[in-house]
């Protein structure tokens, strides 16, 4: 008999995937060119050519015994080190190899955060809409995941409801900017007030309360908008980062973990995070793929195919009287449903159009439109979204 979790997770498979199932069977049935398939946020523009040039070059001239070999937990100190000084040189920070481990992609390096600061019954409050890995993530160490609700004006957090939920149990803050699913990016002064409340708590409890900064999406900010650098704002941040989207590899599953030189305990946090690696079973972040990206800190995927979409996808729904919030950042676009978010989702199949429910991100009144898709996907894909704001009356503007 295997574990109650985990036989739980296996019944319910998460909707997402269910809709990657979907867009399978509707394109064996209608072809793929005529399924819209904006369910996954995969990236759909390939790595730039300085990985491949990296790779091949390294494959052919590090010796394979250093190349693919074990190496401490947090990773080699000369990426780390590149690493800062990149980090350094963009937001002015003041970071070494001393502050960074090399993980397995964010979702490894938020499993070995969690791991370091969690207590089992420990309260972690993250906002709504979040990814929903997150609950998963923390009960991996017995922690509770509690979602503040959303602020349905701008999707910025709602920092009153937050204040209210930050009581003495909550151990950590999950944020993720910019966001999976709105597009929003947290601004200066959204940071500036969470840190406030969040130094203001710490003094009136006496324990520490973690800052998570989940930042898969960092570098896909479109015209210039700024994301702000989180350990700025609040001494207590951690910082997860990945090559996931800025350079088109997911599937290498690279990333690492920043904690600053201000954590509290730092010697003994950041030991316990390089442990953490460890212990988790990943051991080290995979060899090649850090000294690949650690060449490429300066390449990125070239974000005017996103932009392109981004506009063409908002301009497009707006047009047929949907209401969006126009994204700052990542690939996504989050519509308001004129009814029912489930409901909509099952009359958009109709019209072979798969978007995700608002509800798989705790905020169920929306859907998420991933655009990391060929620009004809959403060309094409017009004609049923104008059917469905059609059959449910939307004004055109
Ligand atoms: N966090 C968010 C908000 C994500 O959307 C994703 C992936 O889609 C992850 C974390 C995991 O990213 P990675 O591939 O780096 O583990």
């Not at 269910?18 to 995969?42: C, I, K, P, Q, T």
Request: glycine share 8%; proline share 5%; aromatic share 12%.
């Amino acid at each position: 008999m295997i574990s109650k979790t985990m036989s739980r997770l296996a019944g319910n498979n998460s909707a997402i995937r269910a809709m990657f199932e979907e867009g399978n069977r509707l394109a064996a049935l209608y072809g793929r060119e005529n399924v819209y398939d904006f369910s996954l946020g995969n990236p759909n523009f390939p790595a730039p050519d300085a990985v491949k040039d990296a790779a091949t070059d390294i494959l052919e001239t590090v010796d394979p015994m250093s190349l693919h070999g074990y190496m401490s937990n947090a990773g080699y100190d000369f990426v780390r080190k590149a690493i800062a000084d990149n980090l350094n040189g963009r937001f002015g920070t003041d970071f070494s190899e001393k502050n960074i481990i090399m993980t397995v992609g964010a979702a490894g390096g938020l499993n070995v955060i969690l791991k370091t600061v969690l207590d089992p019954g420990d309260e972690v409050l993250t906002f709504a809409p979040y990814f929903l890995e997150y609950g998963n993530y923390v009960s991996n160490f017995g922690g509770v995941l509690k979602a503040v609700a959303p602020n349905t004006e701008t999707f910025q957090p709602n920092l009153d409801a937050f204040r209210e939920m930050l009581s003495p149990s909550v151990k950590a803050v999950i944020i993720n900017t910019p966001n999976n699913p709105t597009g929003v990016v947290y601004s200066d002064a959204t940071l500036r007030a969470l840190g406030d409340i969040m130094r203001e708590k710490e003094s009136e409890y006496g324990h520490e309360i973690y800052l998570i900064s989940d930042e898969p999406y960092r570098e896909l900010a479109y015209e210039g908008v700024e994301v702000p650098y989180v350990t700025k704002y609040y001494d207590n941040t951690f910082i997860g980062y990945s090559w996931s989207k800025s350079l088109s590899l997911p599937g290498e599953r690279i990333g690492y973990v920043v904690i600053p030189s201000e954590m509290a305990d730092f010697n003994t946090t950041f030991e316990a995070a390089s442990i953490a690696n460890r212990v988790l079973g990943f051991v080290n972040a995979p060899s090649l793929q850090q000294r690949i990206v650690a060449r490429c800190l300066d390449s990125k995927t070239d974000l005017s195919g996103y932009d392109d979409n981004r506009r063409t996808l908002y301009n497009g729904l707006t047009e047929r009287g949907f209401e969006c919030v126009f994204p700052q950042g990542a690939f996504y676009l989050w519509m308001k449903t004129p009814v029912d978010d489930k409901e909509f989702v099952q009359a958009a199949k109709e019209y072979n159009i798969l978007v995700v429910p608002g509800s798989s991100f705790a905020c169920p009144g929306y859907v998420r439109i991933a655009y990391c898709v060929a620009k004809s996907t959403i060309v094409n894909s017009m004609e049923g979204f104008g059917r469905l704001a059609e059959k449910y009356g939307l004004k055109k503007v």
